[in-house]
């Protein structure tokens, strides 16, 4: 089982990382979560849920793990967008938001992740018409931006009460860039062809993060957690072929804070909240880029007493609302969706879930002054524990 | 009764709860089998695509494409023109020609091979019989001529001979019959040396595309021993003024079998050679380039490609000048030669492929070895108006890749590009006329043109 897990585990982080969006092109790119099935459900940013969760943002709720527990998380996403009203489209494709491990040792639960932090897939071209002394040749521009930042943590996490953890993890950053442009002639009518013109660089990036968090138990029916995520400057290095220089940007620092409750025996609700100030990072653009505070939260309820096909299987919905730190317009960017989702727990044993898989399925919109995109995302999570 | 631990909790072990356990265990795990390969599936499945946008705002600022033109002292040197690669017996076809634009006389040699000795014949019983006692009794000399590459409109007459004299097909030109190594003879009178006239005949193309000239046995006889290293057919034109090309002859043998006197067979011997010779002969052209006829011209310059850009404005409103060229940044680059009318007598009548390649070793020129060439297989065709009432029209010859190894200072492999290009035609010899262009001396010398595209580094956001 271990071996399938890591082949399955392996095949997924070879696969491509798909595209999710054109703010992609927007800034540093598009923020990408990397929660799983239960938090897309839930409307959650990944932190102060009940029960097992492994998230590298809350630390805290690692250290109430009780079993060694590994996750991988898929997400594919179908997107519409209308740009001021001139050009419509639609695009899909798929990523990976969170693949982790934890293994209790010394007391605590060790944990490894490897998350999405930024998207910045993107693609554009636009039409050229160049006059020579004998003839009018028609060009195409083409743009191709190429990159992602991965965060990779290790953290460490320990009960100190019975109902309350802390944790810490260190990150790192990591991904690369490579920016694109070519100029292709097409047949040429009266000249011999044309060889396209490239130009382009590659960049690397680098950078490291802290995040330190708490959780506890209120009673029985109660969790809060809260955790601070500190990052040093994305460093993003350009490779010795690269005309353009390096560049640094600066990176906020990342508040979260989540609750929940249960309200009935098979009713339970969840609340949080994300908060980090992007406006430090406007002056390490190379071109003016429209730069936001990200702040957003999210609430969800669950019916945890559903059940199908003789399985546990809670119902789930949520919604959620979060400020994007990238526009294309002079305003903010921000996107909301509603979800709804299901869990479905294939193994159990006294009380411990030792499988179980999440699906969220989100209908949302992004937009800002310029850039309008409705989406459909599905999140599914798959949690083997036990192991 | 006893237990165990587990990874998935405490069973009991005995006979009947052992059992029940594993099987709870296996259906668990192929839950988990069949989920994970589900979910590999369907996210295997969706397809990728990237987000892309018409929005021209989310490009990077558009480059520059301008063409840039350099006269031939910025770029060009060391031209020499070489003559004499191949021969006209390669050629496979020949040439008549009598005072020509003035001046061009031509002939074509012919050598044929070894007579049939033996042929199946039809007895008076009416038996088939292969027969090796044949009698040629005559024959005739057919030239097929090509009625589009021939400058007659009307009959013109033609004369057939016999060589008396030994010449070698590889070597033979107007004034010699033998030139090889040790061995060089002229002809006793140029041209052919001695002739013993065969026949006459008159060719008009209304009629068609070939001639022929009767031979008694005598003269089929005097051709039959191939040992004879004077045999041979010369074909000449007597009316003054055209100038005709030869596809081909082959010689038809009348020939009765001893197995049936009464009939009379038709063999062929095959043409074993055929050549021409011609007077005069093209000088080198003093201030021109030549590439093309037989023996062919190839023409040889030196190549250096501008990398420090001063302008036009346009660039440097782009970027700062000056700017230096990258091999990425050249989109084409190209010689570009003005056609000039050639001597009339060797004035090309088809289009004509120019090959252009590399010279890997300047310094052991004219054998010199010669790189891949730069325009492919068919060469850059250029039509025969070009070098006749289109005189001086441009002919633009691609080096682009060339070019690139320039301005990079290495090619493909690594090494140091050779920067001396040679231009040919696309076979040597392919044709009897050349092409000609203006030289570096005249006010219509080559020039290189360049289509750049320069535009600023593609930055971080």
Same mark, same amino acid.
């Given at each position: 089982?271990?071996?399938? !897990?890591?082949?399955?585990?392996?095949?997924?982080?070879?696969?491509?990382?798909?595209?999710?969006?054109?703010?992609?092109?927007?800034?540093?790119?598009?923020?990408? &979560?990397? +929660?799983?099935?239960?938090?897309?459900?839930?409307?959650?940013?990944?932190?102060?849920?009940?029960?097992?969760?492994?998230?590298?943002?809350?630390?805290?709720?690692?250290?109430?793990?009780?079993?060694?527990?590994?996750?991988?998380?898929?997400?594919?996403?179908?997107?519409?967008?209308?740009?001021?009203?001139?050009?419509?489209?639609?695009?899909?494709?798929?990523?990976?938001?969170?693949?982790?491990?934890?293994?209790?040792?010394?007391?605590?639960?060790?944990?490894?992740?490897?998350?999405?932090?930024?998207?910045?897939?993107?693609?554009?071209?636009?039409?050229?018409?160049?006059?020579?002394?004998?003839?009018?040749?028609?060009?195409? *521009?083409?743009?191709?931006?190429?990159?992602?930042?991965?965060?990779?943590?290790?953290?460490?996490?320990?009960?100190?009460?019975?109902?309350?953890?802390?944790?810490?993890?260190?990150?790192?950053?990591?991904?690369?860039?490579?920016?694109?442009?070519?100029?292709?002639?097409?047949?040429?009518?009266?000249?011999?062809?044309?060889?396209?013109?490239?130009?382009?660089?590659?960049?690397?990036?680098?950078?490291?993060?802290?995040?330190? #968090?708490?959780?506890?138990?209120?009673?029985?029916?109660?969790?809060?957690?809260?955790?601070?995520?500190?990052?040093?400057?994305? *460093?993003?290095?350009?490779?010795?072929?690269? &005309?353009?220089?390096?560049?640094?940007?600066?990176?906020?620092?990342?508040?979260?804070?989540?609750?929940?409750?249960?309200?009935?025996?098979?009713?339970?609700?969840?609340?949080?909240?994300?908060?980090?100030?992007?406006?430090?990072?406007?002056?390490?653009?190379?071109?003016?880029?429209?730069?936001?505070?990200?702040?957003?939260?999210?609430?969800?309820?669950?019916?945890?007493?559903?059940?199908?096909?003789?399985?546990?299987?809670?119902? @789930?919905?949520?919604?959620?609302?979060?400020?994007?730190?990238?526009?294309?317009?002079?305003?903010?960017?921000?996107?909301?969706?509603?979800?709804?989702?299901?869990?479905?727990?294939?193994?159990?044993?006294?009380?411990? $879930?030792?499988?179980?898989?999440?699906?969220?399925?989100?209908?949302?919109?992004?937009?800002?002054?310029?850039?309008?995109?409705?989406?459909?995302?599905?999140?599914?999570?798959?949690?083997?524990?036990?192991? | 009764?006893?237990?165990?631990?587990?990874?998935?909790?405490?069973?009991?072990?005995?006979?009947?709860?052992?059992?029940?356990?594993?099987?709870?265990?296996?259906?668990?795990?192929?839950?988990?089998?069949?989920?994970?390969?589900?979910?590999?599936?369907? +996210?295997?499945?969706?397809?990728?695509?990237?987000?892309?946008?018409?929005?021209?705002?989310?490009?990077?600022?558009?480059?520059?494409?301008?063409?840039?033109?350099?006269?031939?002292?910025?770029?060009?040197?060391?031209?020499? +023109?070489? #003559?004499?690669?191949?021969?006209?017996?390669?050629?496979?076809? #020949?040439?008549?020609?009598?005072?020509?634009?003035?001046?061009?006389?031509?002939?074509?040699?012919?050598?044929?091979?070894?007579?049939?000795?033996?042929?199946?014949?039809? *007895?008076?019983?009416?038996?088939?019989?292969?027969?090796?006692?044949?009698?040629?009794?005559?024959?005739?000399?057919?030239?097929?001529?090509?009625? !589009?590459?021939?400058?007659?409109?009307?009959?013109?007459?033609?004369?057939?001979?016999?060589?008396?004299?030994?010449?070698?097909?590889?070597?033979?030109?107007?004034?010699?019959?033998?030139?090889?190594?040790? *061995?060089?003879?002229?002809?006793?009178?140029?041209?052919?040396?001695?002739?013993?006239?065969?026949?006459?005949?008159?060719?008009?193309?209304?009629?068609?595309?070939?001639?022929?000239?009767?031979?008694?046995?005598?003269?089929?006889?005097?051709?039959?021993?191939?040992?004879?290293?004077?045999?041979?057919?010369?074909?000449?034109?007597?009316?003054?003024?055209?100038?005709?090309? $030869?596809?081909?002859?082959?010689?038809?043998?009348?020939?009765?079998?001893?197995?049936?006197?009464?009939?009379?067979?038709?063999?062929?011997?095959?043409?074993?050679?055929?050549?021409?010779?011609?007077?005069?002969?093209?000088?080198?052209?003093?201030?021109?380039?030549?590439?093309?006829?037989?023996?062919?011209?190839?023409?040889?310059?030196?190549?250096?490609?501008?990398?420090?850009?001063?302008?036009?404005?346009?660039?440097?409103?782009?970027?700062?000048?000056?700017?230096?060229?990258?091999?990425?940044?050249?989109?084409?680059?190209?010689? $570009?030669? @003005?056609?000039?009318?050639?001597?009339?007598?060797?004035?090309?009548?088809?289009?004509?492929?120019?090959? +252009?390649?590399?010279?890997?070793? @300047?310094?052991?020129?004219?054998?010199?070895?010669?790189?891949?060439?730069?325009?492919?297989?068919?060469?850059?065709?250029?039509?025969?108006?070009?070098?006749?009432?289109?005189?001086?029209?441009?002919?633009? !010859?691609?080096?682009?890749?060339?070019?690139?190894?320039?301005?990079?200072?290495?090619?493909?492999?690594?090494?140091?590009?050779?920067?001396?290009?040679?231009?040919?035609?696309?076979?040597?010899?392919?044709?009897?006329?050349?092409?000609?262009?203006?030289?570096?001396?005249?006010?219509?010398?080559?020039?290189?043109?360049?289509?750049?595209?320069?535009?600023?580094?593609?930055?971080?956001?």
């Amino acid at each position: 089982m271990r071996r399938l !897990i890591f082949a399955v585990a392996l095949l997924l982080i070879a696969a491509p990382v798909g595209a999710q969006s054109i703010y992609n092109a927007a800034g540093l790119g598009f923020p990408s &979560e990397p +929660v799983d099935g239960r938090e897309r459900a839930l409307g959650s940013f990944g932190i102060g849920l009940w029960g097992s969760s492994l998230q590298p943002r809350d630390p805290g709720s690692t250290g109430m793990m009780v079993m060694p527990t590994a996750m991988f998380v898929a997400q594919p996403s179908w997107t519409t967008f209308d740009r001021k009203s001139e050009e419509t489209g639609s695009f899909q494709g798929n990523r990976f938001p969170l693949i982790g491990v934890t293994y209790p040792l010394l007391n605590g639960m060790f944990s490894l992740t490897f998350g999405s932090f930024l998207d910045q897939h993107f693609d554009s071209q636009r039409d050229a018409s160049i006059s020579l002394p004998d003839t009018v040749l028609a060009a195409t *521009d083409f743009f191709e931006q190429e990159g992602a930042v991965s965060h990779l943590t290790v953290g460490y996490s320990r009960r100190v009460l019975p109902g309350a953890a802390v944790g810490i993890n260190v990150g790192r950053y990591a991904g690369s860039l490579v920016r694109r442009l070519s100029r292709d002639f097409g047949p040429v009518t009266g000249i011999s062809s044309i060889d396209p013109y490239q130009a382009g660089g590659f960049w690397s990036y680098a950078g490291t993060s802290v995040t330190g #968090g708490f959780a506890a138990d209120l009673t029985s029916v109660a969790r809060v957690a809260g955790s601070v995520t500190w990052s040093s400057a994305l *460093d993003a290095n350009a490779s010795a072929d690269t &005309e353009a220089e390096s560049g640094s940007f600066d990176l906020p620092i990342q508040y979260r804070l989540g609750a929940s409750a249960v309200l009935t025996p098979g009713l339970r609700i969840a609340a949080s909240m994300v908060r980090a100030d992007w406006s430090g990072i406007a002056d390490d653009f190379t071109s003016p880029t429209t730069v936001g505070g990200t702040g957003g939260f999210g609430v969800g309820i669950e019916l945890s007493r559903a059940s199908l096909l003789g399985k546990d299987a809670p119902l @789930r919905f949520g919604y959620k609302k979060i400020n994007l730190p990238f526009a294309f317009g002079p305003t903010a960017a921000s996107e909301t969706s509603w979800a709804g989702g299901f869990g479905l727990t294939l193994s159990q044993s006294n009380n411990l $879930v030792l499988a179980a898989v999440d699906l969220a399925v989100e209908r949302g919109t992004r937009s800002d002054s310029l850039l309008k995109e409705s989406f459909w995302r599905a999140t599914l999570s798959l949690r083997v524990s036990g192991y | 009764m006893s237990s165990c631990p587990s990874p998935l909790g405490v069973f009991r072990v005995g006979p009947a709860g052992y059992r029940i356990e594993l099987i709870r265990h296996m259906v668990h795990r192929l839950r988990i089998v069949a989920l994970l390969a589900l979910t590999a599936g369907v +996210v295997g499945a969706c397809a990728e695509e990237t987000p892309t946008s018409l929005d021209e705002e989310l490009l990077p600022r558009e480059p520059i494409t301008l063409e840039l033109r350099f006269p031939w002292a910025d770029f060009g040197s060391n031209l020499a +023109v070489f #003559g004499g690669y191949g021969s006209p017996s390669e050629l496979g076809s #020949g040439v008549l020609a009598n005072t020509f634009a003035g001046s061009l006389n031509a002939r074509t040699l012919v050598r044929y091979g070894a007579y049939p000795r033996e042929v199946s014949v039809r *007895d008076t019983t009416g038996t088939t019989r292969p027969d090796t006692l044949l009698t040629f009794i005559g024959g005739r000399v057919v030239a097929f001529l090509d009625t !589009i590459a021939s400058t007659n409109d009307g009959p013109v007459t033609l004369a057939l001979g016999a060589t008396q004299e030994s010449w070698d097909a590889t070597t033979v030109t107007w004034a010699t019959a033998v030139d090889t190594i040790n *061995d060089k003879r002229a002809w006793t009178v140029p041209g052919g040396g001695g002739v013993t006239p065969l026949a006459t005949s008159v060719w008009d193309p209304a009629e068609g595309d070939s001639v022929w000239f009767e031979l008694d046995s005598t003269m089929v006889a005097a051709w039959a021993d191939t040992t004879n290293v004077n045999r041979g057919a010369i074909i000449e034109l007597l009316t003054v003024g055209p100038r005709l090309a $030869v596809r081909g002859t082959v010689l038809r043998l009348n020939t009765r079998p001893s197995l049936n006197p009464d009939s009379t067979f038709f063999l062929v011997s095959p043409q074993q050679t055929i050549s021409f010779v011609y007077d005069p002969s093209p000088d080198p052209p003093p201030d021109g380039i030549r590439v093309g006829g037989v023996p062919a011209w190839r023409t040889v310059l030196d190549v250096t490609i501008p990398t420090q850009l001063t302008g036009p404005a346009e660039l440097c409103a782009v970027v700062t000048c000056p700017v230096t060229l990258d091999p990425v940044e050249l989109n084409f680059a190209a010689i $570009v030669f @003005r056609s000039r009318q050639p001597d009339l007598a060797f004035q090309p009548t088809d289009t004509i492929g120019i090959d +252009v390649r590399t010279v890997l070793n @300047r310094a052991i020129l004219p054998k010199a070895p010669l790189g891949s060439t730069l325009v492919g297989s068919l060469g850059k065709r250029i039509g025969p108006e070009s070098f006749g009432v289109d005189a001086g029209s441009e002919v633009e !010859i691609p080096i682009t890749l060339f070019a690139r190894d320039l301005v990079a200072g290495e090619d493909a492999l690594g090494q140091v590009p050779t920067k001396t290009l040679a231009l040919l035609s696309v076979f040597e010899p392919v044709s009897f006329s050349y092409a000609s262009f203006y030289g570096p001396g005249t006010d219509q010398a080559p020039f290189l043109k360049l289509i750049v595209t320069i535009g600023r580094a593609v930055k971080l956001p």
